[in-house]
């Protein structure tokens, strides 16, 4: 049975086998439910803490059987560690490092061998893509009021995110695409202290879009 190291619910080891199902029947135990796990997951997250292997190695075996609404859920919970032992939601990480301080992380090695169903079916993506690098750009500015001079640290996250976007931007073909880029860019802007704005207005520039091979 699947111990789920809970004050509200737990396991009791039992034999393999026949012997195993039929104690569990004749004891009339509970199979443990997705319900419950997210519940223990949830209990675990308001601690200040992340689940244990045993119940990510859970999600990972009977990932197919979990319901939408519980994938969803599983996305905003604090599911693998970022980095200094703290837990984050999948939403911050990557399969490869992201260049992007503390604000985005790298799964360990280890997790991304032990859970590979569950990291597809939460999305979990390579590398950062334009969504990420825009997000990022947006909670830096958010991080900072007036007056106040952002760290090198973040600076360096920040002109990162901006050389990024401005490749991706010069890669799209169709005005749709362009403006799809540039509206959150220009949120960010008005967000950002002076400085900054010089930056955005640079990735906001019409550039000329490279001609294609023929």
């Known amino acids: ?6 004050s509200r619910y737990c396991g009791l080891p039992a034999r393999g086998g026949q012997d195993r199902r039929a104690t569990i029947q004749a ?10 796990v997210l519940a223990q997951v949830r209990d675990l997250n308001q601690g200040g803490r992340g689940p244990s ?3 990510l190695s859970w999600l990972n075996r009977h990932v197919k059987q979990l319901r939408t609404d519980s994938i969803e859920a599983l996305r905003k919970l604090k599911l693998f560690e970022g980095s200094s032992q703290q837990f984050v939601t999948p939403r911050v990480l990557f399969r490869h490092p992201p ?32 969504a990420d690098f825009q997000a990022v750009l947006r909670e830096i500015a958010q991080q900072y009021g007036d007056g106040q ?9 920040a002109q990162h995110c901006l050389r990024s976007l ?3 931007y010069s890669r799209f073909t169709t005005p749709e695409e362009r403006a799809a880029l ?3 860019l220009q949120t960010c802007r008005s967000r950002s202290r002076p400085r900054t704005h010089r930056r955005l ?8 879009v490279p001609r294609r091979s023929s």
């Open 27 to 36: 004891l009339k135990f509970a199979a443990v439910s997705q319900d419950q």
């Open 166 to 168: 401005t490749e991706m």
């Open 53 to 55: 292997t045993r119940i």
């Open 1 to 6: 049975m699947t111990r789920l190291n809970s």
């Open 182 to 184: 540039v509206h959150p």
């Open 99 to 130: 260049e992007l301080g503390r604000w985005r992380f790298a799964l360990s090695d280890g997790d991304q061998r032990a859970y590979p169903a569950l990291l597809d079916a939460l999305d979990v993506e390579e590398r950062p893509q334009v």
């Open 201 to 208: 207005a640079y990735v906001r520039a019409e550039r000329p």
């Open 149 to 157: 001079q952002p760290d090198k640290d973040d600076v360096t996250v």
